[in-house]
């Protein structure tokens, strides 16, 4: 091979000249950008130098016309950020444009991933429209917690989730309005989750209008036209609502509507002795050894399952009475023998079986709880085909032996705030713990992984109320089930609030409209130090001591625009501390010179409180507490977490 001199002097020159004349391009390509700061963080990222900036001339390239949609719902959403004018366009993109595209062949991608390449455009690509829709999400929430809110980082994004079903139930034992679950779709969405599971009856309730049944629903219940609104809008987002009837147990409202078809037996009808909520109301079990139980539940299936447009439809079949209390029954006993079943137990595994073709004819897949082998291995056991949600074990335990499983164990995964507040009590989803070192297994036959919200003993507690003890949680299950690995829950919380809520104009059920990052920040009160208030840990906390006239002084480490403060009280438990009451933010250039910004009373929650205020531009912010909801005068006012509101 011959080589040609000339040539390769003018290579070594112009490299040379290079290195020479623009060093600095040189050192800025050892330095590349770090990925976007997103929620889930993203999976694989390949950061360059430069930025992208999005503004006057931008437009969203959409060349497929199934993604037209898509396009128009994000020029919405980059408006509410406050890139407004972005126009949808048929055109090539152009430098400057955001692409939105489909690539069939990109099978590593698989159902749900997307490849977001920054370069001089912002092209989203995925194999089906759930990836490209991903990718828009993390579009914005780039653009959110840039500083200037409309550059992005230029690199390239190949995000594909570990998990394929990440998942919340919400028990409606406790209404919710409509317009709740539309916050949570959207907030599902915004962290990549993909299926709601509403649990829509129960002991006390019957969320869905009947016209079969007149009588049935409940006075708060959802009509069809609610029930067909909500999957439209759910489909927009990628989320698939799995509806639950739960039978025969929990059954209460169905038994009292009608009351032949419920066990006569005190042992099924009234186990006051279980703890269960409602289990001393009466017709707690419906007689599922009457053929007329059967046909009404056909009946009523018919009616209910069509209704909705996901692949699954939940029957229940959790806390039934243990076998000791089953063979108190008579007409339980007489029937498991006449049937040749070795234990009453079998009788709810034939159940599950019997009306597992009922779901089957509508062209839907059966779900359970796991119970009818919660004491002992059955004889008779539901099909195979049926998915199960595990909750006493891991989900390995049920998918090893050969059932589709949804892992939401009890122990770790639910959320009860009216049993539990505080780390250690049932009910009381951890994030540490499952942030930390929860296994999101993906092993064979595990669908995925699901939050379960429930209502028990807080029916009458605000829907805001039930929202606080869940968003950290759903969220945290949301990044670990995308692919995040485990690890220190504190650094996830300072990017979760940096991202902020999907919507960050809804004040009815959000409360975290994008915060600072609380990195570098110094606190004190003058004397101790505060910095229990800036360490996103909500299990530690400042004390204000009330003799002191105590103020939280936080120096941000920079100027910043801020537009409000969110406060955390002390978590529920922490014996010596209370919520403060009377405050008032202040703002200062120079830490000595203060101006007041906002000034009121917390309510006396455990939830937090955002307190907006008009956008100033502050290095240090202080909160002085005025008052504590203690009625010991001498008790300490805590904060537990104080951040402040990116302006």
Known sequence: MHRNPRKSVRLITASVAFATVVPGVAIAAQNPNPAPVTVPAISD????????????????????????????????????????????????????????????????????????????????????????????????????????????????????????????????????????????????????MNTFHLHLSDWNAFRIQSERFPGLSSKQAYSKRDLR???????????????????????????????????????????????WEGAGTGHWMLDVTKKKTLDFLTRLLDEIVPLFDGPRFHIGGDELPNEAEQQKCPELVDYAKKRGFSSTADVFADFINKLNPVIRAHGKQTEVWQWWDLEHDTAVKPDKNVVVDEWKNAAPHRAQKGYPTVGTEETELYVSAGFGKRPGSYGYFDPREVYGSYDFSAQQNILGYRVSRWSDRAHNSPVPWFDFYARRPIAVLAARAWGEPAGDVRAFFDRYDRVGDADPANRDYGADPGMLSQRGWQATDGTNDGGPAIDNDPYTAWNARPESSPMLRVDLGKNERVSGIRYLPPYIGASVDVPVRGYEILGSADGKNWHSLAKGEFPDTEAETAVRFAPATVRHLAMKVLSSHAEDPTAMSAVAEFDAVRG
């Open 45 to 192: 990222w390949q950061g360059t130098t430069g930025n992208l900036h999005l503004g006057a001339g931008s437009r969203i390239a959409v060349t497929d016309p199934s993604l037209r949609g898509l396009g128009e719902q994000l020029s919405g959403e980059l408006a509410e950020q406050g890139l407004r004018g972005i126009p949808v366009t048929t055109d090539k993109a152009h430098a400057g444009d955001i692409a939105l595209s489909l690539a069939p062949n990109e099978k590593p991608l698989g159902a749900e991933g997307y490849r977001l390449a920054i370069g001089n455009t912002a092209a989203i690509t995925g194999n089906r429209s759930a990836g490209v829709f991903y990718g828009t999400r993390t579009l914005l929430q780039a653009l959110r917690t840039a500083g200037d809110r409309a550059s992005l980082p230029k690199g390239t994004a190949r995000d594909v989730p570990k998990i394929g079903e990440r998942a919340q139930m919400l028990d409606i034992r406790k209404f919710y309005p409509v317009s709740y679950l539309k916050q949570q779709i959207r907030q599902m969405s915004w962290w990549k």
């Open 229 to 275: 609104d909500l999957q439209d809008y759910a489909r927009r987002y990628h989320v698939t609502i799995i509806p639950e009837i739960d039978l025969p147990g929990h059954a209460s409202h169905i038994g009292d509507y009608r009351p032949d078809l419920a066990f006569g037996c005190r042992s099924l009808s009234y186990p006051a002795d279980s703890g």
